[in-house]
């Protein structure tokens, strides 16, 4: 059994920065990549960034800004947010899966998923 724990969110002014953890327990392989996915109210879920044992990916909207990482030896993956936007409101959910190239892009190719943490960007 795969559990992933998210923590991190709140409420931050625009510009500000924010850092999401997502710690894994159980039998997950180094080897997953994970990612990082939010979902604004009466939205889809959609991709933030994701990595894997060799690259990372980022949505268009948030190059530059955010930075994700992992220690595998914690099993713990990172989203470092900077510069937020109020558009950045959402709520951030970690995923793990098999997956790499264009399929990290994919939400239904992940296999576990945490609860999520909210993010708030005042304006």
């Known amino acids: 059994q795969v559990q992933l724990v998210e923590s991190g969110g709140g409420l931050v002014q625009a510009g500000g920065s924010l850092r999401l953890s997502c710690a894994a327990s159980g039998r997950l392989s180094s080897s997953y990549s994970m990612a990082w996915f939010h979902q604004a109210p009466g939205k889809e879920r959609e991709f933030v960034a994701a990595?894997?044992?060799?690259?990372?990916y980022y949505a268009d909207s948030v190059k530059g800004r955010f930075t994700i990482s992992r220690d595998n030896a914690k099993k713990t993956v990172y989203l470092q947010m900077n510069s937020l936007k109020p558009e950045d409101t959402a709520v951030y959910y970690c995923?793990?899966?098999?997956?790499?190239?264009?399929?990290?892009?994919?939400?239904?190719?992940?296999?576990?998923w945490g609860q999520g943490t909210q993010v708030t960007v005042s304006s």
């Open positions: 995923a793990a899966g098999g997956v790499g190239g264009n399929a990290v892009y994919n939400s239904r190719r992940y296999d576990y």
């Open positions: 990595i894997t044992w060799s690259n990372t």
